[in-house]
């Protein structure tokens, strides 16, 4: 139907928009749903008024035209009229609609007093007008919000599964249009590959993305010149090319070295070492600690755990992050039992159980410190053999009771531990987020099961995360779980810098803060005769006289950081976590230092450091630590104000007080 008098039609002309371009293309459940939606507009029978939202690039003028021409109003002209059609003496254009119907591109940039009438026009109320209203948004309009049916068209980057059909149906219509005898083919590694790209302009940028290697690959080859018997071309990978973003500094482990990935994610390995080695050694050392020697002079298993295990895991963390969590002898004997017992195992607990159980975590970390103080584990052989049973018990029981590793991921003191100083490792273990969510459909890395190509068959993550999902390192135990189950080789294990996860905008766990304070505590506790010696009625040792005394100095001590650290920004305490780190490594390294070249029996080389080693060696850790608590501060605070100063001097004074009190 056209306007009723030709200058009408004149004056329409230029504003009429066409048929539909396309249809709706993907088979993802976001393409099935818009394409749904779309259904449902264009077949409403109150024609109420469209709102088509969605970022820019996304043709959203196009799923106004499949509305209109899949309606009743089809044989009716579609005008389009945008801000700059509507300024001016172009609002006269309103009064000339009729019957047709209208497309409102860019409401949302448009001045109120605009609005209102278009507004006024969708719900009937302007005279002359019969015709339907629809609208494009690239951001909310809430004075439409009551009269419209709403349809937000969903970025690409959310449908990544579809991107192989939108590549494949551009290049069939682009190349027809470029004089190409046959659409040319497209390997599905280039399609993985830019499923990693968010597209930010959408089907505007792909369009252009293909039009690009069309031409270099016709310019290259000349291609399009093969007649219609040749088989098809490939593409090769080198024309598909985007500008991509600033990337953060990552170097992929296993694409340097390809054979390290095969090696690494071998079943095989990880059996024989988890099960055939390490827990039958932790078993031999239990029964060192309970039937040898009882002091750490006479018991290389003491020394073992004391000046081995401690000082090494500290050590480790900034290289390797949780990976003793891998290898960690509590949960190999965890998962023994589960596989042993034959009745279900419960799902987790839904919800956030970060909120209760980190406080449980924290408050275990600190009996097991005033437990360690109070009744010497250090130099108490089966004390300490408790020590480790007990833990052993608590993965245990959490793998009995529920499914996968639920212990270590909420509850294991030395866990928690571990998972907050492997947020300053220079590894990472992540999946590349657009292969994940655009070439697979099982999740086997997060949920488990069959093999599924180079995939291997597993339980799925034994923390319950996904890598692609992951924020930092504390919910990673490295395992390699994830890397065996992919088949797509999304899964990398990546250097990066330091502290990467620590960054302005990180959401950790509130209860994080409290473990914190408790492993700083940890060192006022260990060194209390220098904080609280003073004091009157101080018990001589924490080892010997009456309980209630010894156990009060304990919880005093191991309070302290509590009572200044819970008022700062939770920014300070991890702007700080370096410098707790070279706490806790000075604090240990006499033990290390001293004692560690003194395991084998009386008779065979022994070794010692000088004191004024190991006094080197304090000063350089906390040096370290102070430095880089001052690097991970500018980072987080990204201001020099009075405040930063005055923060600085705090972690100054806190490094020349930290020193002097683990001074050896």
Not at 147 to 161: D, G, N, T
Not at 437 to 465: H, M, N, V
Not at 602 to 627: M, R, S, Y
């Amino acid at each position: 139907m056209v306007p009723d008098s030709g200058t009408d039609f004149q004056r329409l002309a230029p504003y009429v928009l066409g048929r539909a371009r396309r249809g709706v293309v993907g088979s993802s459940r976001y393409a099935q749903r818009l394409r749904t939606a779309v259904l449902e507009a264009a077949r409403d029978a109150d024609r109420r008024p469209v709102l088509i939202s969605g970022e820019p690039g996304l043709e959203k003028d196009n799923l106004a035209a499949l509305i209109h021409f899949g309606s009743g109003e089809r044989r009716r002209l579609l005008l389009r009229l945008d801000t700059a059609d509507l300024q001016g003496s172009g609002r006269q254009l309103l009064d000339h609609l009729g019957e047709n119907s209208l497309l409102v591109s860019g409401i949302d940039r448009m001045e109120p007093l605009l609005q209102q009438r278009l507004v006024a026009l969708a719900r009937g109320q302007e005279p002359g007008f019969q015709g339907r209203v629809m609208f494009t948004s690239e951001s909310p309009v809430p004075c439409l919000d009551a009269i419209v049916i709403p349809i937000r068209v969903p970025p690409l980057r959310v449908r990544r599964s579809d991107l192989g059909d939108w590549l494949r149906y551009q290049l069939r219509l682009q190349s027809t249009n470029r004089g190409w005898s046959r659409a040319p083919q497209l390997p599905d590694s280039i399609v993985r590959r830019l499923q990693n790209h968010d597209f930010p302009n959408n089907i505007r940028e792909l369009e252009q993305l293909v039009d690009r290697a069309l031409r270099q690959a016709h310019q290259d080859s000349q291609v399009g010149q093969t007649s219609a018997a040749a088989p098809p071309t490939v593409l090769p990978e080198a024309v598909f090319w985007t500008n991509q973003r600033e990337r953060r500094l990552r170097f992929d482990l296993w694409r340097w070295k390809p054979q390290l990935r095969e090696w690494m994610r071998s079943p095989s390995l990880w059996n024989g070492l988890l099960f055939g080695l390490v827990s039958w050694l932790f078993v031999a050392a239990n029964l060192a600690l309970w039937l040898g020697p009882q002091n750490r002079a006479e018991n290389p298993v003491l020394i073992l755990f004391w000046a081995w295990w401690w000082p090494l895991i500290l050590l480790t963390y900034p290289l390797v992050g949780r990976l003793w969590c891998a290898v960690c002898p509590f949960m190999v004997w965890g998962e023994i039992a589960q596989r042993l017992t034959p009745w279900r195992k419960r799902v987790w607990p839904h919800g956030d159980s970060d909120r209760w159980a980190a406080p449980l975590l924290a408050a275990g970390f600190a009996a097991i410190l005033v437990w360690e103080e109070v009744w010497n584990l250090e130099d108490t052989a089966w004390l300490s053999s408790c020590l480790l049973l007990l833990i052993t018990a608590g993965a245990v029981l959490g793998s009995l009771v529920f499914e996968k590793r639920f212990w270590c991921r909420h509850l294991c003191p030395v866990g928690g531990m571990n998972g907050l100083f492997a947020k300053l490792s220079i590894l990472e273990l992540r999946a590349e987020a657009g292969t994940c969510g655009g070439s697979c459909s099982s999740y086997a890395c997060f949920k488990g099961g069959p093999a599924d190509g180079e995939g291997l068959a597993s339980q799925g993550c034994p923390l319950g995360t996904h890598p692609a999902h992951l924020s930092d390192n504390r919910n990673c135990v490295l395992c390699l779980t994830c890397a065996q189950a992919c088949p797509n080789r999304s899964v990398q294990l990546r250097l990066r810098p330091p502290a990467a996860d620590l960054q302005p905008r990180m959401q950790p766990p509130d209860g994080e803060r409290g473990l914190i304070l408790v492993l700083a505590g940890g060192i006022c506790l260990h060194h209390w005769q220098r904080l609280l010696g003073w004091l009157p009625l101080t018990p001589d040792s924490l080892q010997e006289g009456a309980l209630l005394p010894r156990l009060s100095i304990a919880v005093l001590a191991l309070a302290l950081p509590a009572m200044a650290g819970l008022w700062l920004d939770r920014r300070w305490l991890y702007a700080g976590l370096p410098l707790l780190w070279s706490l806790l490594l000075a604090r240990h390294l006499p033990l290390g230092m001293g004692e560690g070249g003194t395991l084998l029996p009386e008779g065979w080389p022994q070794w010692q450091a000088d004191p004024h080693v190991i006094g080197f060696a304090q000063t350089l850790v906390v040096v370290i630590g102070w430095a880089g608590a001052v690097a991970l501060s500018q980072r987080l605070m990204r201001s020099f104000d009075r405040n930063w100063r005055i923060g600085m001097a705090g972690l100054l004074l806190i490094s020349v007080g930290g020193r002097w009190l683990v001074a050896h």
